[in-house]
């Protein structure tokens, strides 16, 4: 007996058409690409830097126009060395790490918008964050703190002043300043694959909401180093001159006119360094920056430089190499401090007229 399979009778095959191949691998790579962006966008604290938490909390509490009735914008210094909570009455500290007159002026903005705005602003800068960039794109753009409205604000700014040094500064991946600010704006996922990397994709989401409560907790205090001491040379001590990068000094400017356009009483307060640092200065470096600080108080009614603009205390109260406070120091400075304002929101006369009681005298009266 006989039989014969025609090529009908056979099993139809299971494989894919190249065309449909493609398709259906194109598909899921799209896919893919858009759980990582949904990822990427709605968990930053999954992933990002253990500094995000810190700004997601300022931002927080500018969003909720919890601002105080003193509100302190600056550095990192000021970050760490103000802490709200030993001080009278509502104090919020809005001061971010590497924080310069762009980040302040950004916050001052929105913080004079809401219902109630602060009654006082304590600005606190050091010397090398007027004269050099530092961390605007890294961390300013990168956390969603600073938007595509002010980066093309900035953009403007430079171009008026031809001072390029911040806005032009570090392209990665050769993106321009303006794609690269809209691109953080949306969390595009290839600007973060490297945060992803590190953090194994959700790490740090544990630690990281711990430290969100805990600065929200703080009203916007947090601690960079908390060494038991550090006589590393801060960023002043290698500067061979003062001289104000224009576009910071810009925006340095807008800042104060913005108070003094509202009556705002403002006061530059410097945060201290460690004596190693101090000992590094050169003098001409300290004496340009008082003379800038004292221009802008001379043009200011409002504005008030409470102490020296130079402070240093022992190397022990330091917790790294940028000179931020360990937490003794501190919170010897927040005891300092909170006799100072204590004294200033107290006080009957009118500013400018009359003894004031300066920081200086705060500290030595402990």
């Not at 691998?25 to 690409?33: K, R, S």
């Not at 550095?75 to 590497?98: I, K, Q, T």
């Not at 806005?167 to 600010?181: D, E, K, V």
Request: with cysteine.
């Amino acid at each position: 007996m006989s039989s014969s399979i025609s090529a009908s009778d056979l099993p139809a095959s299971g494989g894919l058409s190249p065309g449909r191949y493609l398709a259906v691998a194109g598909a899921t790579c799209v896919a893919v690409f858009a759980l990582v962006w949904a990822w990427v966008a709605f968990m930053p604290l999954a992933y990002l830097d253990p500094e995000y938490p810190a700004w997601l909390a300022k931002e927080r509490l500018l969003a909720a126009c919890d601002v105080g009735s003193v509100l302190v914008v600056g550095d990192s210094r000021a970050a760490v060395d103000v802490m709200p909570r030993r001080l009278p009455g509502r104090v919020v500290n809005l001061a971010v790490g590497g924080g310069e007159p762009i980040e302040a002026y950004s916050v001052l903005r929105r913080a004079l918008a809401c219902p109630h705005p602060p009654q006082r602003i304590v600005v606190s800068f050091d010397a090398g964050h007027f004269t050099a960039p530092d961390l605007f794109w890294e961390r300013s753009v990168a956390f969603g703190f600073v938007g595509p409205t002010a980066v093309a604000r900035l953009r403007a700014v430079s171009a008026r002043l031809d001072d390029w040094s911040v806005y032009a500064l570090r392209r990665p991946a050769g993106l321009p300043p303006g794609l690269r600010a809209a691109a953080y704006a949306v969390r595009f996922p290839t600007l973060y694959f490297a945060a992803l990397s590190r953090a194994g994709g959700f790490l740090r989401w544990w630690e990281n909401r711990r430290a969100l409560a805990a600065v929200l907790a703080a009203r916007g205090q947090y601690f960079f180093g908390t060494a038991p001491g550090s006589a590393e040379v801060a960023a002043e001590g290698h500067l061979r001159r003062f001289r104000p990068l224009p576009v910071l000094d810009w925006y340095f400017n807008r800042m104060l006119r913005l108070a003094a356009a509202r009556g705002i009483p403002v006061d530059f307060v410097a945060m201290p360094m460690n004596t190693a640092t101090w000992r590094a200065v050169r003098p001409g470096v300290q004496a340009g920056f008082a003379a800038y600080l004292a221009g802008y108080a001379a043009r200011y009614p409002n504005l008030r430089i409470a102490g020296p603009v130079m402070p240093h205390w022992p190397d022990r109260y330091f917790g790294d190499g940028f000179s931020h406070l360990n937490p003794a120091g501190a919170a010897r400075y927040s005891a300092a401090f909170g006799r100072w304002l204590g004294r200033e929101q107290t006080a009957q006369r009118p500013r400018n007229t009359g003894r004031r009681f300066s920081m200086k005298e705060a500290v030595a009266s402990r």
